[in-house]
């Protein structure tokens, strides 16, 4: 079932992608200079630029696909690991140079953009920062070269403990699961993910375990998902979609909760896993053409898209750069995808291969 689903999947992460890079170009403007950008935010208009509840969902669906792999598979840790990193770190690291060549180009103060802007590239590029970058290790600005990065710190952490994760999931009974991530989540309290830090990885590591316990359980949760009715699906659905677009709360509430409010969103993320997984509406939605495509560029369009806007801000006025920015980036992520993504794949597949062709 999952297998024919995955390019469900795979559009619900190109759909998440673009959240993403279009909350970037929102989060450019000034509040107090442009309103219609925070009214945007606020707005059901949210589904379109929740950027955080986007990546929560990326998180989610690593755990999912991840675990969903390896448990159809007899592949052993060290072919798990090239595989994994075959995949995901070439493109990284070619963004992390990309990113620096813009920093490097174009770099340096801007007057009348946010605050959120002028945490990147306002310092010079050096060998400290771009080894910091690369290497993933210690705490750092993970902003200071691209906004997006600070996801993949985590993505690539926890890769490199995921099928240990999947082993405790797997076996662990489910309320032990759930109190290992409720302790990874309050581990994290009062620190900033954005700054590469260690205790935020445990709190993800926890969202990567959901998606393997959905993994463990699908049988149950899409009995459970077609059991119900139309209208009570419907209502759920509404219910599911509040949560991922507000679930994440207002500054003061996260302020009180912290990470803990992560979880209201990870709720609503895993029922549209489950829709896109068992829904014929849904699914046939998820396959429509452009979100397809979509789906098979998300990395690349995730990796590229700060560094053209940034460029685009530093260069043009900033409704020039807002109007060249979507065409720009897409330009961008095509020829991204198949010089540096498309190889990585190919990579990826070929280790999977070799594995295979061991295990036989």
């Not at 070269?145 to 710190?153: C, Y």
Request: with cysteine.
């Amino acid at each position: 079932m999952i297998r024919h689903r995955h390019s469900e999947l795979d559009a619900l992460r190109g759909l998440a992608a673009l959240s993403v890079v279009l909350r970037h170009l929102l989060n450019v403007f000034p509040r107090d200079t442009y309103p219609l950008a925070d009214l945007l935010v606020k707005a059901p208009t949210r589904i379109l630029f929740a950027g955080h509840e986007a990546v929560l969902l990326f998180f989610l669906l690593s755990g999912f696909v991840l675990a969903a792999s390896i448990l159809s598979s007899r592949l052993d840790y060290p072919a798990f690991l090239r595989r994994r990193l075959c995949r995901i770190y070439p493109p990284y690291a070619a963004a992390v140079g990309l990113a620096a060549l813009g920093a490097i180009c174009f770099g340096g103060p801007r007057d009348g953009v946010s605050t959120w802007f002028a945490m990147t590239w306002n310092e010079p590029v050096t060998p400290a920062m771009l080894s910091e970058q690369l290497l993933l290790v210690g705490r750092f600005d993970t902003a200071q070269l691209n906004t997006a990065f600070w996801s993949l710190v985590y993505e690539m952490r926890i890769s490199l403990i995921f099928p240990l994760l999947l082993l405790f999931t797997v076996h662990a009974p489910a309320w032990a699961v759930a109190v290992a991530a409720a302790g990874a989540t309050t581990a994290a309290a009062g620190t900033s993910p954005y700054e590469a830090d260690w205790l935020p990885t445990l709190h993800y590591a926890g969202i990567f375990a959901a998606g393997a316990v959905m993994v463990r359980t699908l049988d149950s949760l899409q009995a459970a998902y077609e059991a119900i009715g139309g209208r009570s699906r419907a209502i759920l659905s509404l219910a599911a979609l509040a949560l991922v677009l507000y679930g994440y709360g207002p500054p003061s509430v996260r302020a009180h909760f912290g990470f803990f409010t992560d979880w209201f969103v990870v709720a609503g993320d895993a029922w549209l896993i489950m829709a896109a997984l068992s829904s014929r509406r849904f699914g046939s939605a998820l396959r429509l053409p452009a979100i397809q495509y979509l789906g098979r560029v998300s990395y690349s369009l995730y990796l590229v898209h700060a560094t053209v806007l940034f460029s685009l801000v530093h260069l043009l006025p900033l409704w020039g750069a807002a109007l060249l920015y979507l065409p720009l980036t897409f330009g961008v992520t095509a020829i991204f995808h198949r010089l540096v993504e498309a190889p990585s794949i190919q990579l990826s597949k070929q280790a999977w291969r070799r594995a295979a062709k061991a295990e036989a």
